[in-house]
Each structure stands twice: as structure tokens, then as C-alpha cells.
């Protein structure tokens, strides 16, 4: 799970959510469609795309499109009430504006020579830590033998930073120091990766904080020497609509395959996930969502029209839970479950699995119907660390067996951790709860559980 210093992170087109929701409120008591409760949510709705930094000419284009949809059904499904069948519309709308299916990318998997991935972008927009990211997905979820190369010349934080990422997810990196040609780089680390049993390379470039000749220049030659098998731009959704211009100044320049957006877990209006396939004609392929590096996902225009229109996102929720599953681990720990076994170092593994799936709020929020219940709910993902100071403080005798917290090692454990005995005695008192219910449940008792009566 993202370890982010932000406690609470707003969830990406939120504010367009509401919005829209305010839009079809417009039908609800109305028997039908008409073609004045049409118009007045095909206002709301053009609003709301505008106030989320959609371009006009792509929201009215947008709308134009819905409102067609909407007078042309208005005679038929009398038995749908009008404002779901305005939201099916919009449903359908979204998906297609955002490019209708997720689409791959050209790794190069299965040929003779590695495949070859340019990563372009502006400065500050994640490029380098996006490059890490997509290294661990391919090596994870792939199967394939990464070679990362620093081509950034420019900025030694960022030969760093990269350094630090391959080592973090066990991928090898290609880096020279003394030489500033990023085409000759590239050229150099495409032969080493051939010579080394490398499948595909990912080449991480320089970036400027605006368009300029220079980098265009650059990145192009970069291109022209590399060939490589895929081209993608990686933009900050959270400049809005300057990153829908700022993509098709580079597509305009270099022809990239495909859009990776990310920091859309920040407080993000939604425009460039809205427009930037409709601007440049590219789709969108990967979304950046958090730190950490399992924190990228393929992009899904359905799955992400669900969660505009707040309808959760369960098929990416149980994507994210299987990638975290251990069977064998599952087995063991069901075993100490019914011996009324589980321990802390147990609860530790468990917490960490969640960890990696994502921050508490954005997953919750893929659940049908828990947007709307969450919205004023604040969920401090901070919280996990007190538990995880808590249980580290611990000796791993008091872990592995938490009938032998007495009072004493309750203090110590206190001082250990920076918190008061009371935090302490409830975190205890919460595991132990926690620990029954699951003792319970793994023997059948649900009916007792919940206060019920067996049969007799």
C-alpha cells in the first residue's frame, strides 16, 4: 500500500462524481425521458466535464453525443426509469471516449532481439519512477528479464534515483556516467541487453519543466537510433488540461504509442484521463495510482467510467486481491486459525499483503456502493504504522505468542513504540476480538457468532 505522508488522499473524479450525480437527480420522479429533462442534465452533465478540466469542444462533443442517445431511447424501455437509463448512456459514452478497451503494450516477449521501451515525458511528471514500476510489472507479471537504462543525462538525482529503484525491485540497470549522448547510451545498453540475456529494455529520458526544441530534439534522435518496439508518454494528470497539450506537442513530434497517467491518487479533476485520447488519438495504457511499486495498473476505460459514475470497480478489486494471494500461505494460516493459533507476526504478514494493494479508501471504493458511503469517511492508511510499531516492538517470543503480554511487557512495548499503555491494552484487546470471531468463523459458528441459537 502506498506509504504516503498525505493522511487522507482524495479519490480520483470525485468532484465530477458528484456532479454528475446532481445531473441525473434532475430525472429522478420523471416517468420518461423528455426532451426538457434531457436538456437540463445534458447541461449539468456539460458543466460538470468542464469544471473537471475537459476541453469545451470535447465536452460539448461529449454531450452532443449523450443527448442523441438519450431523445433517441426516450420512446423505448419504459420499464427502465429515466435516470438510470441516462446513466447507462453516459456510462457508455465515458467508456468510449477513454478509448473503449485497455490495450497492450509491444514488449518484444517471444522474438530474437529484446524489445525496446522509450519513456518520454516533462520533467516532475514520473517518469523515472514510472520506469521502475513498469520494470517490476513486466518482471512480476510478465515473466520477462528488464534491463532499466539511465539516459537522463542531465540530473544525476535522477541516474540516483533509478539506481535506487533496480535495486529495490531486484532489475538490473545500465548506467555510464561519464557519457552525455543518450542515443549512444541507449545504443550501448540495447547490445549489453543482448549479450546478457535482458528480453526488454526500458530507456528512461530527460525531461524539461516546459516543451522546448532541445529536448524535442533529443527525444526524437533518441528514437530514430533506438527503433524501439514502443513509445509511451508519461503525463501528470494532476496538470489537467496542460497535459493534454503537452501530449500532443510530443505525439505531434514523436508519434508515441500509448498515454501513462500518473498521481491519480492526488486531488485530481479528471480532464486528462477524459481528453487525452480524444486529443492525440492514443490510448491510454498504463495508471500510476501510488508510490510504491506495485502500484501500477493496466488502464481500463469501462473499469474507470464505473468509478466516475461511482459504481465501484469490483473486477480491478479482486484483480489486485488474487495478485497479493499465497496459497500456501493461505493454508498455513487457516490451520492456525483453527487451532486458535494467530499470532502477530501472522497479523504482520496479513497487513502487509493488504499494504500492496493500495491505499484503504481507493480500495474500498471499488466496492459497489461504498464511493457515496465513504465520501466524509476518513481513512488514515497512517494508521497501519502505529499497529506495525506496536508489533515490531515486540520481542518475536511476545509475537508468536501473545497469551505472555503482561503488564511489564506491556510498558516496555509502550516506551518501544512512542505510545501510552492505553493504545496498547486496545490494540490488544482488538487483536483478541479479531482473533475469536476468525476462530469462530473457521469452525462454523457463525449462528453463535451473531447471537443466534442452534437448532436442537
Not at 522474438?111 to 520506469?131: M, V
Not at 535506487?164 to 545500465?174: C, D, M, P, R, T
Not at 502477530?344 to 484503504?360: A, E, P, T, V
Amino acid at each position: 500500500m502506498p506509504q504516503s505522508a498525505i493522511p487522507i488522499l482524495k479519490i480520483m473524479f470525485e468532484n465530477l462524481q458528484d456532479k454528475l450525480d446532481g445531473a441525473f437527480k434532475n430525472l429522478k420522479g420523471d416517468g420518461k425521458l423528455t426532451d426538457l429533462n434531457v436538456a437540463t442534465s445534458i447541461k449539468e452533465i456539460r458543466r460538470a466535464l468542464v469544471g473537471a478540466d475537459v476541453n469545451y469542444k470535447i465536452a460539448k462533443e461529449f454531450t452532443d453525443k449523450v443527448k442523441e442517445q438519450a431523445l433517441g431511447s426516450k420512446n423505448i424501455l419504459s420499464a427502465v426509469k429515466p435516470g438510470e437509463m441516462m446513466v447507462k448512456i453516459v456510462l457508455d459514452e465515458l467508456v468510449e471516449l477513454m478509448g473503449g478497451q485497455s490495450v497492450g503494450i509491444n514488449t518484444g516477449k517471444g522474438t530474437k532481439d529484446p524489445g525496446i521501451i522509450l519513456i518520454s515525458g516533462l520533467q516532475g511528471s514520473g517518469k523515472t519512477t514510472f520506469s521502475g514500476k513498469l520494470a517490476h510489472f513486466l518482471k512480476t507479471k510478465k515473466q520477462q528479464r528488464p534491463l532499466l537504462v539511465a539516459c537522463d543525462v542531465y540530473r544525476p538525482a535522477a541516474i540516483n534515483q533509478l539506481t535506487v529503484l533496480s535495486e529495490q525491485i531486484g532489475v538490473a540497470i545500465y548506467k555510464e556516467v561519464e557519457n552525455k549522448n543518450p542515443v549512444s547510451i541507449s545504443q550501448n545498453a540495447i547490445e549489453y541487453a543482448r549479450n546478457n540475456n535482458h528480453d526488454v529494455v526500458i530507456v528512461d529520458t530527460a525531461g524539461r519543466l516546459a516543451v522546448d526544441e532541445e529536448m524535442m530534439t533529443e527525444i526524437s534522435n533518441i528514437k530514430k537510433g533506438i527503433n524501439p518496439t514502443e513509445t509511451l508518454f508519461v503525463v501528470d494528470s494532476m496538470t489537467g488540461q496542460d497535459a493534454v497539450n503537452t501530449a500532443k506537442a510530443f505525439n505531434d513530434r514523436i508519434d508515441f504509442d500509448g498515454v501513462v497517467l500518473t498521481k491519480l491518487d492526488g486531488d485530481t479533476r479528471g480532464g486528462a484521463a477524459l481528453s487525452v485520447k480524444y486529443t492525440v488519438g492514443k490510448p491510454i495504457k498504463f495508471a500510476s495510482t501510488g508510490e510504491t511499486m506495485e502500484t501500477l495498473d493496466v488502464f481500463h476505460p469501462d473499469r474507470m467510467a464505473n468509478r466516475i459514475l461511482g459504481m465501484g470497480d469490483i473486477v480491478s478489486f479482486v484483480e489486485k486481491a488474487q495478485e497479493q494471494f499465497d496459497e500456501k500461505e493461505a493454508k498455513r494460516l487457516e490451520k492456525k486459525i483453527k487451532k486458535n493459533k494467530f499470532d502477530f507476526d501472522d497479523f504482520l504478514s496479513q497487513l502487509n499483503q493488504i499494504r500492496k494493494m493500495g491505499d484503504l479508501k481507493s480500495l474500498m471504493k471499488m466496492i459497489p456502493g461504498m464511493s457515496k458511503a465513504l465520501k466524509d469517511v476518513e481513512i488514515d492508511d497512517k494508521a497501519f504504522n502505529k499497529v506495525e510499531a506496536i508489533i515490531y516492538s515486540m520481542t518475536p517470543k511476545e509475537r508468536g505468542n501473545p497469551e505472555v503480554l503482561n503488564m511489564s511487557r506491556k510498558k516496555r512495548i509502550a516506551k518501544g513504540c512512542g505510545q501510552d499503555i492505553h493504545q496498547i491494552n486496545m490494540f490488544i484487546k482488538q487483536f483478541d476480538q479479531m482473533k475469536k470471531m476468525m476462530h469462530s468463523m473457521s469452525k462454523g459458528n457463525m449462528g453463535n457468532m451473531m447471537g443466534g441459537r442452534k437448532r436442537r
